[in-house]
């Protein structure tokens, strides 16, 4: 705990949840990859809202950006950092840094069986179109 931001360590010492279910979300490292390039030095931060929505818990927050559909994700976190992303970048990207950071999965069991998600959002299958094969006139 010596390494504990002084904000984060007088929300667990002295911190009342403002309403049931409420938790701190804290961004303990954000991971190298192309979507986060610049945000690597942010860690140890709470992690306030996300798309201008405060966040209530873990489980809020994996909601909301799993259900997300904007363009970007925004997340503010405490000591004014803002992180955004671009949403099919992170999307695309995050098999490789979990691949690269040695990480089982993007979420835990348990909270991908309680949102009942997925992530990231698998590709679609591809469809192939059928082309109707052309036939050509043949002279007498």
């Known amino acids: 705990m010596a390494d504990a931001p002084v904000r984060l360590l007088d929300k667990l010492y002295y911190g009342q949840p403002a309403e049931p279910g ?25 992690v306030k809202s996300f798309n201008g929505t405060p966040i209530l818990n873990l489980k809020h927050l994996a909601s909301l950006v799993t259900s997300c559909k904007d363009d970007f994700l925004r997340f503010d976190c405490d000591y004014h950092e803002t992180i955004i ?56």
């Open 22 to 46: 409420e938790q701190v979300v804290v961004l303990g490292q954000v991971l190298a990859g192309e979507a986060t390039l610049g945000y690597e030095d942010v860690s140890n931060v709470q």
């Open 85 to 140: 992303v671009h949403r099919h970048q992170a999307e695309q990207g995050t098999a490789e840094v979990l691949r690269s950071h040695s990480i089982p999965a993007a979420m835990s069991a348990d909270l991908q069986q309680v949102l009942q998600v997925t992530w990231p959002p698998q590709p679609a299958a591809t469809v192939q179109q059928q082309v109707p094969a052309t036939t050509a006139a043949t002279g007498p």
